[in-house]
């Protein structure tokens, strides 16, 4: 069955890089466009990033261009997401989504303080 | 970027009874191949969201048929024929035709 498996969250300080992994199974992940988004604590859902199935092309949320690099590796079925400059509205869970959201993970908590 | 605008944000609902959410869109979600991408999703407390609709009216599977998505252009309904216990949470729209993708604010569905 298709899964996606979030980690890589944790606690950082403003400033700070952090690199989200997601590991996806039972499908061909190759053949899909996979997407970054986000949930800040008690607010509603903020999509982030998005990368082709080839990793041609990439869009990105305004509120993240320039700090945060989605990419993929098709040979180890992982997607990442490559996070720098931290800010403290930056925390969030994370989550990684199959194209178009029809599955999603279980979400990991970035929590940036200093 | 397109403002998804949903409306209530909050729905008290009776067991058995109708419910229905409405979002809309500040551009039309028509797309240039003529597809309309406006999805739903459901959000049970403390749960990852999950996909309902897809392309306005298209069920995702396992969805229980009481769920329906209707709309065009830039107005969209996600109507619920029957609300059951399971069904509370928050719903949210997301418009998947211009970049960056957009979801609306979120509509909190109780029971009363």
């Known amino acids: 069955q298709v899964q996606v498996v979030d980690s890589g969250g944790g606690v950082v300080q403003p400033g700070r890089s952090l690199r989200l992994s997601c590991a996806a199974s039972g499908f061909n992940f190759s053949n899909y466009g996979m997407e970054w988004v986000r949930q800040a604590p008690g607010k509603g859902l903020e999509w982030v990033a998005v990368?082709?199935?080839?990793?041609?092309?990439?869009y990105y949320a305004e509120s993240v261009k320039g700090r945060f690099t989605i990419s993929r590796d098709n040979s180890r079925n992982t997607l990442y997401l490559q996070m720098n400059s931290l800010r403290v509205e930056d925390t969030a869970v994370y989550y990684c989504a199959r194209w178009a959201g029809d599955y999603w993970g279980q979400g990991t908590l970035v929590t940036v303080s200093s | 970027d397109v403002v998804m605008t949903q409306s209530p944000l909050s729905l008290p609902v009776t067991l058995g009874q109708p419910a229905s959410i409405s979002c809309r869109s500040s551009?039309?979600?028509?797309?240039?191949?003529?597809?309309?991408?406006l999805h739903w999703f459901h959000q049970r407390p403390g749960q990852s969201p999950r996909r309902l609709i897809y392309?306005?009216?298209n069920r995702d599977s396992g969805v229980p048929d009481r769920f329906s998505g209707s709309g065009s252009g830039t107005d969209f309904t996600l109507k619920i024929s029957r609300v059951e216990a399971e069904d509370v949470g928050i719903y949210y729209c997301l418009q998947g035709t211009h970049w960056p993708r957009t979801f609306g604010q979120g509509t909190k569905v109780e029971i009363k």
């Open positions: 551009q039309s979600l028509v797309y240039s191949d003529g597809n309309t991408y």
């Open positions: 392309k306005v009216s």
């Open positions: 990368i082709w199935y080839d990793g041609s092309s990439k």
